[in-house]
């Protein structure tokens, strides 16, 4: 008689399942993929240009204006947010400088063939 009897296996109540959305902070599920507040993704669906890799071919593309996306990113430490950020503003600086040296220089080019006193 006492074979149909089930051991009882309490969990606790308290347990939460639920995490924060990285966009708008709202409480979502731990298993949800997109936020079913904001549709930012979570976990592995986190847009590309928010990942190590992305911020990278953002600055080859956009310049200095892909730090906007490296500060938002969820994924990125924030550690390498200040060194990545200092190389992109350095090499930002750099290719400015050349291209100013460019400029001093085909406005040489022009002075010296026009005769034009510079």
Same mark, same amino acid.
């Given at each position: 008689?006492?074979? &149909? #009897?089930?051991? @009882?296996?309490?969990?606790?109540? &308290? @347990? ?16 949800? &993929? ?20 992305? =911020?990278?071919?953002?600055?080859? *593309? ?12 969820? #994924?990125? %430490?924030? %550690?390498? %947010?200040?060194?990545?950020? +200092? ?10 400088? *050349?291209?100013?040296?460019? =400029?001093? %220089?085909?406005?040489?080019?022009? +002075?010296?063939?026009?005769? #034009?006193?510079?």
């Amino acid at each position: 008689m006492t074979d &149909n #009897i089930m051991p @009882v296996v309490s969990t606790p109540q &308290n @347990v939460s399942n639920n995490i924060s959305c990285w966009k708008c902070g709202k409480q979502i599920e731990a298993a949800d &993929n997109y936020c079913k507040y904001c549709g930012k993704g979570q976990g592995s669906h986190i847009y590309f240009y928010y990942k190590h890799w992305g =911020v990278w071919i953002l600055f080859f *593309i956009i310049g200095p204006f892909n730090l906007w996306f490296l500060w938002r990113s969820p #994924i990125i %430490k924030i %550690k390498w %947010k200040l060194i990545y950020g +200092a190389v992109f503003l350095f090499l930002s600086c750099w290719v400015c400088y *050349i291209f100013y040296k460019a =400029v001093l %220089k085909i406005f040489d080019t022009y +002075a010296y063939f026009l005769n #034009i006193p510079f």
